[in-house]
């Protein structure tokens, strides 16, 4: 009778550990998958929306003062109206929810299904307009979304099995986007928690490896911008350009994070009401000035900037004018607050290349690409003061292990000048847009802005 048993038994028993795998890896290697796939064909749509764009306002650039406020202003009120959480980079909210109290209910406001078709099809319809934002950030905030919906295949979830999956998703995201492994993993540990957590590190690098090799699968093993080429060795004098790329790099993005964090500042408070009130006029408002922005400049700011940066880079095609970079940032600067998803990664390079190219100009005995590649590390560096990110992410893109030690200098250099004037950017609005995720009170740009708009609407009530 034992042995007519023994079968079932074991049956019962394989059903059981395949269950516990399934559980213990098989849900963490689905959802890292997925987020592969998300990270490849958002990318793909992203580079159709821009093209179909561009399509649209050839030979009759004056369409770009239709197209681009109508999608913008129809975009923000439909952020506004069903997936508000969507909004920016995505990078805020998850530093938002990874650092809240564990019993915050507001992450399933913050990720989640409704997130992730807001994220990918808003941010589309902003790229479709031309503005001026990267799919990088976004793909951060999708990843995390489908990690968190893996949450269903578990019996029971706990709020540090969420923000486990939150963190693997969002650093998979960053890896798939940029093709950059090495810098997904530092993302997460310098950015995102801004700690090291031993149990944690298998299921970062699982995710990572798993996201990487859906993206090599599809995409190819190819480089974000492609091989430079640059000298492996330079003359001590080299050490005056990369000081002086770092300081201009780390003064512009501190005046960029300024201009993101204290609107109140340099917005007139009626201005404000209509974003607070009346998003489908803010939006389209926005949207024309990029538009004017793009026509005046010939077209070198519309999208993320991508091909700017890589012809640049590459110093190959034409050069851009001398003023994009001052162009591109303030593209960017209206792009952002319209409050459409949409990321800083890609712009920001972008306008660091712009900044390297003048600092080419004026140090021309040395290669373009080594200086344009300084700036770009110097920028995003500024911008994010997450140093050891910026300087992986942009060597892993380039291959430029011959620049490690420059881009390392420029990017510590270039966060501590911006340091000087303003905290890190996502961490700053995390603390404002959402809740203080590190116990610190919201910071005071937002208490400005919101009682400009209180004060202007109580004006206009009286």
């Known amino acids: 009778m034992h042995a007519r048993y023994r079968p079932a038994a074991l049956w019962r028993l394989t059903r059981k550990e395949l269950h516990r795998s399934w559980l213990n890896y098989g849900v963490l290697w689905v959802g890292a998958i997925l987020v592969g796939l998300a990270a490849v064909q958002f990318a793909n749509w992203a580079n159709e929306a821009l093209a179909i764009f561009l399509g649209w306002i050839d030979g009759r650039v004056w369409l770009a003062l239709l197209i681009t406020p109508a999608l913008t202003g129809g975009a923000v009120w439909m952020t506004r109206k069903w997936f508000n959480g969507s909004e920016g980079s995505g990078i805020p909210q998850v530093i ?30 902003g790229m479709l307009g031309g503005l001026t934002l990267g799919r990088e950030g976004p793909t951060v905030h999708v990843g995390a979304s489908i990690m968190y919906e893996m949450r269903r295949f578990y019996p029971r979830v706990t709020p540090r099995m969420q923000r486990l999956l939150l963190l693997a998703g969002s650093a998979a995201g960053l890896s798939g986007a940029f093709n950059t492994p090495l810098a997904g993993i530092l993302f997460a540990i310098e950015e995102l928690t801004r700690s090291f957590e031993t149990r944690t590190n298998g299921v970062l690098i699982t995710s990572i490896v798993f996201s990487g090799l859906v993206s090599l699968a599809l995409a190819g093993n190819y480089l974000y911008f492609g091989q430079i080429s640059a000298p492996h060795i330079f003359p001590l004098a ?181 340091n000087f004037f303003t905290p890190p950017l996502y961490e700053a609005l995390a603390e404002q847009k959402y809740f203080a995720p590190l116990g610190r009170e919201p910071q005071p740009g937002a208490q400005a802005a919101q009682a400009a708009v209180a004060a202007s609407a109580d004006e206009k009530a009286r």
């Open 238 to 418: 080299f050490v005056i350009p990369v000081v002086i790329s770092a300081v201009l790099c780390g003064l512009a993005g501190a005046a960029f994070n300024l201009a993101l964090l204290k609107p109140a500042r340099w917005i007139p408070a009626r201005l404000l009401v209509w974003r607070e009130h009346s998003p489908l006029v803010w939006g389209a408002g926005l949207g024309l000035l990029v538009a004017v922005i793009g026509i005046a400049t010939a077209g070198q700011t519309w999208g993320s900037g991508y091909e700017q940066a890589r012809h640049l880079l590459m110093n190959q095609g034409e050069q851009v004018s001398w003023y994009y970079p001052l162009a591109k940032w303030l593209a960017m600067v209206l792009s952002y607050i319209t409050g459409l998803p949409g990321g800083l990664f890609s712009p920001s390079l972008s306008i660091g290349a712009g900044f390297g190219q003048w600092v080419s100009q004026w140090f021309g005995q040395y290669p373009q690409s080594a200086l344009v590649a300084i700036c770009m590390v110097g920028y995003l560096a500024a911008v994010t003061q997450s140093p050891l990110t910026s300087f992986v992410i942009v060597m892993e893109m380039i291959n430029g292990g011959g620049l490690v030690i420059p881009l390392m200098a420029t990017a510590l250099i270039s966060s501590r000048v911006a």
């Open 96 to 125: 938002a929810v990874l650092h809240a109290p564990p019993d915050d209910g507001r992450i399933g406001r913050l990720f989640g299904l409704r997130i992730l078709i807001g994220k990918i099809g808003l941010g589309l319809m």
